[in-house]
């Protein structure tokens, strides 16, 4: 991969003085292989990842590319070409960070597909809001078991699952496009689906057959902004379970994808950060190998 360096010095609450590694032409694929044991999943030189760029805002300064005030109609920037740097790596006091600039919405892909895993990471918020989210609450999220092409989503997203993370939802369920899942949950109104308690009945979420594609968590355990959060997606064959600074707030079954109106069952995919209007930060992204949830997870979820 050839890799542009540049210094930067920021006077701000987030950060006095760092260094920040951008995106040039990534490498056709990626030597990272899982284990049992942790491993971090980002380097300097994003060897494991892709990047795809959607529709820039109009009001984005950028010349050369083509823009709209609904960011979901037009032409994307594409794949591996990043001319804002929505992703970059930071360093403050010597540790290597992920910053989101948020300024696009984009995602960040793993290169290779994975399954039967745990992911952390430590994600906290900045300060900057972009539009068309520039009056709305901050928002981002981790996709798994991404499949298919790049932009199916809005242009810029892959389909898959999501563990949402948002202002006063951080751990929400979301499908997109042909994935499905079933999840615990009841209907509060109109289109609010919440999990609520041990009671309520499966409900499948995924586009198509007015299927909700939206979870809400039944109760907040996020971090006031500005904070780390340890945000942990874990996935067990067709399961999968999110879990916010140790809490398990959702529990994912029975996921699959429609293909041709057939629906297949979903154990592994790719994995994709956002970028969705807001900057935000992740370190220590990291993930191992698993063959079970683990025991204090699953005694919380009472799997």
Not at 31 to 56: A, C, H, M, Y
Not at 68 to 93: A, C, Q, W, Y
Not at 120 to 130: R, T
Not at 261 to 274: F, M, P, V
């Amino acid at each position: 991969m050839n890799l542009t360096c540049t210094m930067k010095k920021i006077i701000g609450p987030l950060f006095i003085g760092f260094t920040a590694f951008c995106f040039g032409q990534q490498a056709s694929q990626s030597s990272f292989e899982i284990s049992d044991e942790w491993q971090n999943l980002l380097d300097k030189e994003f060897s494991n990842w892709e990047t795809f760029v959607g529709v820039p805002h109009t009001s984005v300064e950028l010349k050369d590319y083509s823009k709209s005030e609904d960011v979901h109609k037009g032409t994307p920037i594409g794949l591996n070409n990043d001319p804002k740097n929505v992703f970059s790596i930071v360093e403050e006091n010597g540790e290597m960070m992920l910053k989101v600039s948020g300024e696009i919405y984009a995602g960040l892909t793993t290169i290779q597909e994975f399954g039967d895993y745990h992911l952390k990471v430590l994600f906290k918020w900045g300060e900057k809001k972009w539009e068309p989210r520039l009056n709305k609450k901050r928002d981002n999220g981790i996709l798994y078991h991404c499949h298919g092409d790049h932009g199916a989503f809005w242009n810029v997203w892959m389909s898959g699952l999501e563990c949402q993370i948002q202002e006063g939802d951080t751990g929400d369920f979301v499908t997109l496009v042909n994935a499905r899942a079933d999840v615990v949950s009841t209907k509060i109104k109109n289109n609010l689906y919440k999990v609520t308690g041990e009671k309520d009945k499966t409900i499948t979420y995924g586009a198509g057959n007015g299927n909700p594609g939206y979870c809400h968590i039944n109760s907040l355990n996020e971090n006031p902004n500005g904070e780390w959060n340890m945000v942990e997606v874990i996935c067990v064959d067709n399961q999968s379970i999110h879990v916010v600074n140790g809490k398990v707030v959702m529990i994912v079954k029975n996921a699959r994808k429609v293909i041709n109106g057939e629906e297949i069952t979903l154990t592994k995919g790719k994995i994709q950060l956002q970028s969705e209007g807001a900057e935000a930060y992740y370190k220590d992204i990291q993930i191992k190998s698993i063959k079970m949830f683990p025991k204090e997870y699953k005694r919380q979820a009472k799997l």
